[in-house]
């Protein structure tokens, strides 16, 4: 796949954001790049439903609420359930932490 770049830290994937058309990188870890080539080729999405359908915000919003609630995860201290927004820094560590280590820019 031509979106993948070798870094002096291992690989990254390239693409440009639909909101502002920017350039953005994400590590590749090994899992990562494995589940790409694992996708057939003519399915030019990669967060796909069961049904093989692209995946909305709204789908994708209720899911995690539906997950989180099953898993039981306790809300903030002032009683708000935590959000999507809440786990971004906590996959960025769990990234950080993964194969793809070390204190470096993406860019």
């Given at each position: 796949?031509?979106?993948?770049?070798?870094?002096?830290?291992?690989?990254?994937?390239?693409?440009?954001?639909?909101?502002?058309?920017?350039?953005?990188?994400?590590?590749?870890?090994?899992?990562?790049?494995?589940?790409?080539?694992?996708?057939?080729?003519?399915?030019?999405?990669l967060l796909v439903s069961?049904?093989?359908?692209?995946?909305?915000?709204?789908w994708a919003s209720n899911?995690?609420?539906?997950?989180?609630?099953?898993?039981?995860?306790?809300?903030?201290?002032?009683?708000?359930?935590?959000?999507?927004?809440?786990?971004?820094?906590?996959?960025?560590?769990?990234?950080?932490?993964?194969?793809?280590?070390?204190?470096?820019?993406?860019?």
């Amino acid at each position: 796949m031509d979106q993948f770049e070798d870094t002096p830290h291992g690989k990254r994937l390239r693409f440009r954001t639909s909101k502002r058309g920017q350039i953005a990188y994400i590590p590749a870890t090994s899992a990562l790049e494995h589940l790409i080539a694992e996708t057939p080729k003519e399915q030019e999405i990669l967060l796909v439903s069961e049904l093989g359908r692209p995946l909305t915000a709204r789908w994708a919003s209720n899911q995690i609420t539906k997950w989180r609630r099953e898993a039981q995860i306790p809300p903030w201290i002032d009683g708000r359930e935590m959000t999507l927004s809440d786990t971004r820094g906590t996959a960025a560590t769990r990234l950080k932490r993964s194969e793809f280590v070390g204190d470096h820019q993406l860019k």
